[in-house]
T-cell receptor, first 116, second 113 residues
Framework: SAVISQKPSRDICQRGTSLTIQCQVD?????MFWYRQQPGQSLTLIATANQGSEATYESGFVIDKFPISRPNLTFSTLTVSNMSPEDSSIYLC?????????????FGEGSRLTVL | GENVEQHPSTLSVQEGDSAVIKCTYS??????FPWYKQELGKRPQLIIDIRSNVGEKKDQRIAVTLNKTAKHFSLHITETQPEDSAVYFCAALSGAGSYQLTFGKGTKLSVIP
């Protein structure tokens, strides 16, 4: 499976500020996603990070709030803009590794954000 | 879209006993069903998966069964150990087109020594 590195691993942020999370993969991957996991909750897909084009957002998530970049096949960033306490979550980068047939989804270590 | 229901939300078992977690899905076109284990403060880790052309898959103490007709799949852990304590998530991958993995709400498993 691919090695997925995220940073920061955690941060404490002030309300109204923005934070950019980086995701680096050790091999080229076609499919890369960003998930959110609110405290004690399941995993919710924010968007698919598309290389060379705009990200595809899921219902309830918008580009102005969660801008995403994907400049190449090994790197992506997610920005959480104008943060409020409701944005306190773990944000997870994930990639699909193809080992024959349907690919398995693997996660980075996550970035735990606390918004005060 | 796909909807995945997972039960129970919490499960406590004595060490050595078996644990079973069940999930149902709504999209008959879903063809891939992974299970993830998430220990406290860590990332979700893929522990086993099953594809729609298989009815059962086993890996040591862990097994997964799939009933396509009833649209449900289950995780079975035998001879549970304290290190099996974690939150387990099931998921279903919708059919053709984009990669859309829908997760269940999770089951917190506690194995009591």
């Amino acid at each position: 499976s691919a090695v997925i590195s995220q940073k920061p691993s955690r941060d404490i942020c002030q309300r109204g500020t923005s934070l950019t999370i980086q995701c680096q993969v050790d091999s080229q991957v076609t499919m890369m996603f960003w998930y959110r996991q609110q405290p004690g909750q399941s995993l919710t897909l924010i968007a698919t990070a598309n290389q060379g084009s705009e990200a595809t957002y899921e219902s309830g998530f918008v580009i102005d709030k969660f801008p995403i970049s994907r400049p190449n096949l090994t790197f992506s960033t997610l920005t959480v803009s104008n943060m409020s306490p409701e944005d306190s979550s773990i944000y997870l980068c994930s990639v699909v590794g193809v080992t024959g047939g349907t690919g398995e989804l693997f996660f980075g270590e996550g970035s735990r954000l606390t918004v005060l | 879209g796909e909807n995945v229901e997972q039960h129970p939300s919490t499960l406590s078992v004595q060490e050595g006993d078996s644990a079973v977690i069940k999930c149902t899905y709504s999209d008959s076109a879903s063809n891939y069903f992974p299970w993830y284990k998430q220990e406290l403060g860590k990332r979700p880790q893929l522990i086993i998966d099953i594809r729609s052309n298989v009815g059962e898959k086993k890996d040591q103490r862990i097994a997964v069964t799939l009933n396509k007709t009833a649209k449900h799949f289950s995780l079975h852990i035998t001879e549970t150990q304290p290190e099996d304590s974690a939150v387990y998530f099931c998921a279903a991958l919708s059919g053709a087109g984009s990669y859309q993995l829908t997760f269940g709400k999770g089951t917190k498993l506690s194995v009591i020594p």
